[in-house]
């Protein structure tokens, strides 16, 4: 029985060279494409690679070496700022005997320009804290305490101090020196104070110890040698009047002649309201001063429309027959011997002013107003 023709079985096995039946440019062409196989699987994961790192911003590592990719290094420190210059100290004119009150000055500013207490430039004049000051004005600087802040120019001997005391509304220096048991003098002198000086609440005074030195008690005033109706044999400087200055001393003068008061009194009265409100009809004051003159409505010169109407406020001034206030109020009149009397002790007599003498200031200008206005 012939057997059944099967030759792939029977075969042997023979090498590719010889069971490969392409041709040789079959062949060729084959190993190309595998050789191209071959390359695009070697290429995909290098793009894939490439790919993930842009992604993720991480370096590669032909880049990692690269100056342009390294990052720059950031401080969490911030840069120290440097330091302003101090602001160079305001310069301080020599204070002058006089000076001249400009506009748009004030006290403070005139002590701080020459380097002075502003407690002493207004005991100097003779001012309070609420007086006022106008252009033309001549202000007394010589004699002024130097202010705190001022290089002193000599130094002032040490004083011991046993205590300080804390000055309360109403003191005054006697009262504080009796109260510690030591002498006015002394207390002066343990503080750089003198009789003009000016305390104030809220200021601390030093209360020396026992013996310590003290200032020689100031020579009592000479009496006048001439009679105060007289012109001031000192000279002083004229204080020119404003308009409203002027309009406020007319009516002084023709209230006074209406009242047949004589020149001298006139002038006491125009050096009063000088002093008191610069000649102006000013609607505030200490406490409850009001007007010319400041009177006080609390101290029975009148409401405050009848103080601040000048006719009326002039005749209490000089009260008298004519008085507005009779038994209420001492007018320059109701004075016995006021004529014989300085400028500054018959307006004291009348306006009883803490600052005493700081009408005789305003004589030489109140003659010389009057002179004016006749």
């Known amino acids: 029985m012939p057997l059944p023709s099967a030759p792939h079985l029977l075969s042997p096995a023979l090498p590719d060279e010889l069971t490969d039946r392409h041709t040789p440019t079959e062949r060729d062409t084959d190993a190309r494409s595998a050789g191209r196989r071959r390359a695009r699987n070697l290429t ?40 302003k210059a101090a602001p160079a100290p305001l310069a301080v004119q020599a204070a002058p005997a006089q000076y001249t009150v400009e506009s748009g000055d004030t006290i403070s500013g005139i002590a701080s320009k020459f380097g002075l207490a502003t407690a002493s430039v207004l005991a100097l004049n003779g001012l309070g804290w609420s007086s006022m000051i106008f252009p033309g004005q001549v202000l007394l600087l010589t004699g002024a305490t130097a202010s705190p802040d001022a290089a002193p120019s000599t130094p002032a001997p040490p004083v011991q101090a046993a205590s300080t005391y804390t000055v309360v509304s109403g003191d005054t220096v006697s009262g504080i020196a009796s109260a510690h048991g030591v002498s006015v003098a002394a207390v002066f002198a343990a503080n750089g104070l003198s009789s003009a000086s000016i305390i104030y609440p809220g200021q601390n005074i030093a209360i020396p110890a ?59 009265a125009l050096a009063a309201a000088a002093q008191e409100s610069s000649l102006r009809n000013v609607q505030y004051g200490d406490r409850d001063s ?43 009149l109701d004075v016995p011997g006021w004529q014989s009397m300085s400028v500054t002790v018959a307006a004291q007599a009348v306006q009883k002013s803490a600052y005493p003498d700081a009408y005789a200031k305003w004589e030489a200008s109140a003659r010389s107003w009057l002179a004016e206005l006749g």
Do not use: C
Request: glycine share 8%; charged share 10%.
């Open 44 to 83: 995909l994961p290098l793009v894939l690679t490439g790919s993930l790192a842009a992604s993720m911003q991480v370096a590669l590592p032909a880049a990692a070496h690269s100056p342009a990719s390294s990052p720059k290094p950031r401080s969490s420190v911030p840069a120290p700022t440097p330091p």
């Open 290 to 332: 009001l007007g010319l003159f400041q009177q006080r409505p609390s101290m029975g010169w009148g409401t405050p429309e009848q103080v601040l109407d000048p006719v009326r406020a002039t005749k209490a001034f000089f009260g008298g027959a004519s008085n507005p206030n009779r038994g209420l109020t001492t007018g320059l």
């Open 210 to 268: 026992a013996g310590a030195p003290q200032a020689a008690p100031a020579p009592a005033p000479a009496p006048p040698a001439a009679p105060p109706v007289q012109a001031p044999q000192t000279p002083q400087s004229i204080t020119p009047m404003s308009s409203e200055m002027r309009a406020n001393a007319a009516v002084i003068v023709s209230t006074a002649r209406s009242l047949g008061v004589g020149d001298y009194g006139i002038v006491i």
